[in-house]
């Protein structure tokens, strides 16, 4: 499955094949469709839910609970967009506000989709067991659990955007008197040898230019530009010009220069050969936002109250502003 094929369920698609998304992502290629399906799907799901809580106190209760779960989240998207996307800005990062909407909006739909499947579960203990503190409890719970994984993608997806580059600064890209940097060569030399039965005799660092015979598809240590020391496979080839050669020297077939350094394939996860992989600051930053995420959605559920209805209570659309979600958590779980 591509990006250029969706699924006909965006959640089947962000499961089944989350590289692409984030790719597209990473691309900006269509993501105003991207972004507007996963808005309906996430509204859908809320309203659903929202239906299965508000059906504890009544049927009315029910449909404007279905209305306010979808707001809920909508509102605390509006919230707090605003903020990621200038947290990455001021620390560098290039991503545009409709990548941080998609992003946000990923999390968003799959928090959703996996409460609207805990809905059986919740319908069935209202009817089994018609406990207005425990079906409170156990509604906050799921929500909780299925927001968790939510962010748990939002994390995976701005880890992508990472590795391509997007949440450095740009002065990390830029070249330097014209031309671009490059990455630096290992430091010691590693023992490698050509294909064949024939063992290859390679140079040992620190010693002689003496060759040094090695079976072909060995193991060998090789020291990084910070002292650590990785083990590597023999190559299957080597070249037959080596630094600090004429350009028309070469080496006899079987044996490899004195001084022959092999390079290992390039990690893109790394800015420069030799340094050590960072955590940007946009990526703290957002572990930052996820918690105010948090703090900003639970305090806007408590004003947007009630999503259950209190049986004992009448019918409103709202309740006055008094007291605070996790007083009433605590006070709920002292009571059960």
């Known amino acids: ?58 049927p009315l209760m029910a449909l404007t609970s279905a209305l306010k779960l979808p707001l809920l989240f909508l509102v605390t998207l509006v919230i707090c967009l605003p903020t990621l996307y200038l947290f990455n800005l001021v620390f560098g990062a290039r991503l ?118 090695v079976p072909a598809g060995a193991a060998v240590a090789e020291s990084t530009a910070n002292g650590a020391v990785t083990t590597a496979t023999a190559p299957a080839q080597v070249p037959t010009q080596w630094a600090g050669q004429s350009a028309g020297a070469s080496f006899p077939p079987g044996m490899l220069p004195p001084g022959y350094v092999a390079q290992r394939p390039w990690d893109g996860r790394t800015a420069r050969r030799g340094e050590p992989t960072q955590r940007p600051a946009s990526m703290t930053l957002l572990y930052i936002w996820i918690l105010l995420f948090g703090f900003v959605g639970t305090q806007l559920a408590w004003t947007l109250r009630p999503f259950f209805g209190d049986p004992g209570q009448d019918f409103s659309f709202f309740r006055s502003i008094d007291g605070n979600f996790y007083a009433e958590i605590l006070r709920i779980i002292g009571n059960l």
Request: hydrophobic letters at 50%.
């Open 1 to 58: 499955m591509s990006g250029d094929r969706p699924s006909p369920l965006v959640i089947e698609r962000i499961l089944r094949d989350r590289e692409s998304i984030w790719q597209q992502i990473v691309a900006e290629r269509d993501l105003n469709a991207l972004t507007g399906r996963m808005l309906t799907s996430s509204a859908i799901a809320l309203a659903c839910y929202g239906a299965v809580l508000g059906f504890f106190h009544s």
């Open 96 to 213: 545009s506000v409709r990548q941080s909407l998609a992003l946000v909006m990923v999390a968003i739909t799959v928090t959703s989709m996996l409460a609207v499947a805990f809905a059986p579960i919740s319908l069935f203990f209202l009817i089994t067991a018609n406990d207005y503190g425990f079906f409170k409890l156990l509604n906050v719970s799921i929500l909780t659990l299925s927001a968790l994984v939510g962010l748990r993608f939002l994390t995976s997806g701005m880890q992508v955007l990472n590795d391509h580059g997007l949440l450095a600064p740009e002065a990390a890209n830029a070249t330097v008197d014209g031309q671009a940097s490059a990455p630096a060569p290992a430091q010691a030399v590693p023992v490698a040898v050509p294909a064949g039965p024939t063992p290859a005799a390679v140079p040992v660092a620190g010693q002689s230019a003496e060759p040094v015979a």
